[in-house]
């Protein structure tokens, strides 16, 4: 079991921005399939998200990431809260719950109103997280951004 001795979470380099599409490319397609909106963000995350406004954080183990996630504008200081992804190897540890943790007291220390994600019900232990830092069901949209989110979630901040 690999340690977690070093934990950090840092901002976005672009250094790590292939560690960023890797991660998130691996949990979709063990759970569902690349749409042309994440690929959109995932391969060009400094101009998608970075340069509209937003963050991206990562978790590392020394040198090693272990997860990472993105805060996306959606409107004025609403911000969705996606593209959260941990290694395999260090699922199970809380890596998750401490990159959520970190966002939520971004979000507030920035004067956000509220953070917003989108899911699907099949991931039952992070629908469970999300409740439990304080994330409650809102209607989703007819049209969303992706075809797999059956729930959307919302954070006041």
Same mark, same amino acid.
């Given at each position: 079991m690999a340690s977690l001795q070093y934990l950090e979470? %840092? /901002?976005?380099?672009?250094?790590?921005? $292939?560690?960023?599409?890797? @991660?998130?490319?691996?949990?979709? +397609?063990?759970?569902?399939?690349?749409?042309?909106?994440?690929?959109?963000?995932l391969e060009k995350c400094e101009e998608t998200i970075i340069n509209r406004g937003g963050h991206i954080f990562?978790?590392?183990?020394?040198e090693t990431i272990m997860g990472t996630v993105a805060l996306?504008?959606?409107?004025?200081?609403?911000?969705?809260?996606?593209?959260?992804? %941990? /290694?395999?190897?260090?699922?199970?540890? $809380?890596?998750?719950?401490? @990159?959520?943790?970190?966002?939520? +007291?971004?979000?507030?220390?920035?004067g956000w109103k509220k953070l917003v994600l989108y899911s699907n019900t099949i991931l039952e232990n992070a629908i469970h997280i999300y409740r439990k830092y304080g994330f409650v069901e809102v209607p989703l949209e007819p049209n969303t951004t992706y075809l797999r989110s059956n729930i959307k979630m919302e954070r006041p901040l």
């Open positions: 979470i %840092v /901002s976005f380099d672009p250094k790590y921005a $292939k560690d960023f599409a890797r @991660l998130n490319i691996e949990w979709l +397609d063990k759970y569902f399939v690349v749409e042309p909106h994440d690929a959109a963000l990562f978790t590392l183990d020394g996306i504008p959606m409107a004025d200081d609403v911000y969705e809260l996606g593209k959260m992804a %941990v /290694s395999e190897a260090y699922q199970g540890r $809380k890596v998750g719950q401490l @990159l959520l943790q970190h966002c939520i +007291d971004f979000g507030k220390e920035q």
